[in-house]
């Protein structure tokens, strides 16, 4: 598992989902669908994913 947590250059719109699926062995699809899924539960998840956006530095 790669011990990092950077969004890459190839990504869909701002590369959390793909470095959060790079990060934790699971590919970028199936992390969007998990977020989108979130999305029905109330709670926080589009602040947390600006909050990741900004903070997640991109790969070099």
């Known amino acids: 598992m790669n011990s990092s947590l ?3 250059r190839d990504r869909m719109i701002a590369g959390v989902c ?3 699926g790079r990060r934790f ?3 970028p699809n199936t992390v969007r669908i998990l ?3 979130s999305c029905l539960l109330p709670g926080p998840q589009f ?3 600006i909050a990741l956006w900004v903070l997640m530095p991109n790969e070099e």
Do not use: D, H, I, K
């Open 35 to 37: 977020f989108v899924l």
């Open 18 to 20: 793909a470095g959060l």
């Open 25 to 27: 062995g699971m590919t």
């Open 6 to 8: 950077v969004r890459p």
């Open 47 to 49: 602040v947390v994913y």
